[in-house]
């Protein structure tokens, strides 16, 4: 469902709205994203020497990226196939299939993050209720404001991001290789083609950076002033991990890895915090929920990928069915 919802708020952006409201070429956007995840990490458990000639029979016995591919070679519009024709190198203009290709990219990345880091938040909604209040009156205040800037939410913008702090989609980021030996200053060597990362799970788990580090606390990102300003009575201790300083959900430093670092940093996250602030407002303004079953596994782990599992179930209540 929360894939569906990720798909059907960037269709409209990624392809205009004709191609949104195109049910073939939908049903493909949504396969596509499926069938990349699963086909990407068969291959990577293949010799190398294979993976060129299995990639290309599992490319022509799919057909979801054909049909994406065909639809989006269009004239020009005002959506996000224009932007990457316009920012495209001048010196060496892309071919066609280039840029459609890059775009079958970025809906991939897109989708796949976005869609895995609403999910476990829609999770941290229902095992921590004390910050329902709090955030579906914020969204009541606020939400009409929001949707007219893609500003604003200050609380969901922190509960999103302590949850994408310790339910990262990624527990390694920024990876490079080495074209050359390298050695880093605390003498660690690296050979030709070595490959190395950063351990985004643990640095955002780090109690030096983070008090009471692998506890869930929604609001310690916000304005610390905001969050006593709180109508609900915060003398339980509820709120009371706070950062030293407030952080934007779309702010990156060393100690949170979630976008990448440095110049490789996402560009596409100021757009992805809007989405996810869309969905998950729509459902604090509309609905309870709670997991069947709270004290059932999650999540699972595939490489140095966490996703969530299917079998954990949440039931939407809608507010005026509630007893």
């Given amino acids: 469902m929360t894939i569906k919802l990720v798909v059907l708020s960037n269709a409209i952006s990624?392809?205009?709205?004709?191609?949104?409201?195109?049910?073939?070429?939908?049903?493909?956007a949504l396969a596509y994203i499926q069938e990349t995840l699963i086909c990407a990490e068969f291959i990577r458990l293949l010799p190398k020497f294979m993976t060129p000639i299995v990639g290309g029979i599992i490319?022509?016995?799919?057909?979801?990226?054909?049909?994406?591919?065909?639809c989006l070679k269009v004239p020009k519009h005002?959506?996000?196939?224009?932007?990457?024709?316009?920012?495209?190198?001048?010196?060496?203009?892309?071919t066609p299939q280039r840029i459609?290709?890059?775009?079958?990219?970025?809906?991939?990345?897109?989708?796949?993050?976005?869609?895995?880091t609403v999910a476990f938040a829609i999770h941290d909604l229902c095992l921590h209720p004390e910050y329902v209040g709090p955030l579906r009156n914020e969204c009541e205040a606020q939400y009409a404001a929001f949707e007219q800037t893609g500003t604003g939410l200050p609380l969901l913008d922190s509960f999103i991001k302590e949850s994408a702090r310790l339910t990262p989609v990624e527990s390694q980021g920024t990876r490079r290789a080495a074209l050359?030996?390298?050695?880093?200053?605390?003498?660690?060597?690296?050979?030709?083609?070595?490959?190395?990362?950063?351990?985004?799970?643990?640095?955002?788990?780090n109690p030096v950076d983070f008090p009471s580090a692998l506890t869930f606390s929604g609001f310690r990102f916000a304005d610390p002033e905001l969050v006593k300003s709180l109508e609900k009575d915060t003398t339980n201790g509820a709120f009371k991990e706070m950062q030293k300083k407030a952080m934007k959900l779309t702010d990156c430093d060393m100690t949170y890895h979630v976008w990448g670092t440095g110049r490789m940093t996402c560009p596409g996250r100021f757009y992805a915090a809007v989405v996810m602030k869309v969905i998950l407002g729509q459902i604090l303004l509309n609905y309870e929920c709670e997991l069947v079953d709270p004290a059932a596994k999650r999540l699972f782990t595939w490489r140095s990928t966490t996703l969530p599992k299917p079998s954990a179930k949440v039931v939407f209540t809608p507010l005026g069915e509630v007893a």
């Fill in 14 to 28: 990624f392809f205009g709205k004709n191609l949104a409201k195109d049910e073939q070429f939908m049903t493909s």
């Fill in 59 to 70: 490319a022509r016995t799919l057909k979801s990226h054909a049909v994406i591919f065909n």
């Fill in 78 to 94: 005002a959506d996000c196939i224009q932007w990457i024709m316009e920012t495209s190198p001048k010196n060496a203009p892309w």
């Fill in 100 to 116: 459609v290709h890059e775009l079958m990219a970025i809906w991939f990345g897109s989708v796949h993050g976005m869609s895995t």
């Fill in 180 to 205: 050359q030996p390298f050695a880093l200053a605390d003498g660690t060597h690296f050979a030709t083609g070595d490959w190395f990362c950063t351990p985004v799970r643990a640095i955002m788990t």
